[in-house]
């Protein structure tokens, strides 16, 4: 089992910043190379792919809503992801979710084995 525990996630203004930390831990995480996703959720919305990451971290992915705006990144050796989010908007407010495969990173929460409980982030006006 793997678990994933999402930190970092709060109230801010629109233009600012925040820095999503997920933590993972278990034994079959150091057996595997697991591709590492951020989603979110927001109310009366399905949830969606924020940005990705490869097991080496040379491959991301982004959705074009975040694009230049997020910054995906890993620290292996710490068993951590990382999602900087600058430039907030309120139609960034939702859920974030954590999610690890031991496939290919892909767009759709099918493909995804694990999950945190989420982070609550919102960005007001």
């Known amino acids: 089992q793997v678990q994933l525990v999402e930190s970092g996630g709060g109230l801010v203004q629109a233009g600012g910043s925040l820095r999503l930390s997920c933590a993972a831990s278990?034994?079959?995480?150091?057996?595997?190379?697991?591709?590492m996703s951020w989603f979110r959720q927001a109310p009366g919305k399905e949830r969606a792919i924020v940005a990705g990451i490869n097991w080496s971290g040379d491959r991301t992915y982004y959705a074009d809503s975040v694009k230049g705006r997020f910054t995906i990144s890993r620290d292996n050796a710490k068993n951590m992801v990382y999602v900087q989010m600058n430039s907030l908007k309120p139609e960034d407010t939702a859920v974030y979710y954590c999610?690890?495969?031991?496939?290919?990173?892909?767009?759709?929460?099918?493909?995804?084995?694990?999950w945190g409980q989420g982070t609550q982030v919102t960005v007001s006006s």
């Open positions: 278990g034994r079959s995480f150091s057996s595997y190379t697991y591709a």
């Open positions: 999610a690890a495969t031991p496939r290919m990173m892909g767009r759709l929460d099918g493909g995804y084995d694990y």
